[in-house]
T-cell receptor, first 113, second 114 residues
Framework: EDKVVQSPLSLVVHEGDTVTLNCSYE??????LLWYKQEKKAPTFLFML????IEKKSGRLSSILDKKELSSILNITATQTGDSAIYLC?????????????FGKGTLLTVNP | KAGVTQTPRYLIKTRGQQVTLSCSPI?????VSWYQQTPGQGLQFLFE???????NKGNFPGRFSGRQFSNSRSEMNVSTLELGDSALYLC?????????????FGPGTRLTVL
């Protein structure tokens, strides 16, 4: 069965700090890894990493895929209070008619002023 | 473009009752997936619908069912509610099925079973 594990489960930092969130996965026929940010209700899409796109960056957020270690990290530099959220990592299975997206339990990030 | 909408946003039911949740995908999206989110289990896949057909189903009992209409709107039904069904139910739409497109989530329906 596909498995996604995120660490740490929660993290408290001060504004301006840099944080690194981890995601490890076990899935047959790896296709991609996705990061989402969930502030109040709806998770919002951040990045998709694939074998052909192992590094993505958007402003202060960046993510790297390590296919050898079956893991990914999400970095947030110069954190702001608005970064406080649950960060979710997800991996789809083989897709097609059996498509299923498996999520980790998330990392709750709290950024204090 | 309007996002994914879900109704109702909040719902309180008692054990044994049944409930129907609704999801309207982004215009043009034909795939709708449903997820259950609880503090203990995180986000868990319920099922995916594409072109009115259920493509895949997660590990949930038969009390959980769904359907999709010709306009791509989807409903999810839970019968004989149990206390453990209390959760945030999220739906997500994408242009294509089978994980070929990015999923966009709705705000969710918070279901409380008393």
């Amino acid at each position: 069965e596909d498995k996604v594990v995120q660490s740490p489960l929660s993290l408290v930092v001060h504004e301006g700090d840099t944080v690194t969130l981890n995601c490890s996965y076990e899935v047959t026929n790896f296709r991609s890894l996705l990061w989402y940010k969930q502030e109040k209700k709806a998770p919002t899409f951040l990045f998709m990493l694939t074998s052909s796109g192992i590094e993505k960056k958007s402003g202060r957020l960046s993510s790297i895929l390590d296919k050898k270690e079956l893991s990914s990290i999400l970095n947030i530099t110069a954190t702001q209070t608005g970064d406080s959220a649950i960060y979710l990592c997800a991996v789809p299975n083989s897709g097609g008619s059996n498509y299923k997206l498996t999520f980790g339990k998330g990392t709750l990030l709290t950024v204090n002023p | 473009k309007a996002g994914v909408t879900q109704t109702p946003r909040y719902l309180i039911k008692t054990r044994g009752q049944q409930v129907t949740l609704s999801c309207s995908p982004i215009s043009g999206h034909r795939s709708v997936s449903w997820y259950q989110q609880t503090p203990g289990q995180g986000l868990q896949f319920l099922f995916e619908y594409f072109s009115e057909t259920q493509r895949n189903k997660g590990n949930f009992p038969g009390r959980f069912s769904g359907r999709q209409f010709s306009n791509s709107r989807s409903e999810m039904n839970v019968s004989t509610l149990e206390l453990g069904d209390s959760a945030l139910y999220l739906c997500a739409s994408s242009l294509m099925a089978g994980g070929e497109g990015t999923q966009y989530f709705g705000p969710g329906t918070r279901l409380t079973v008393l």
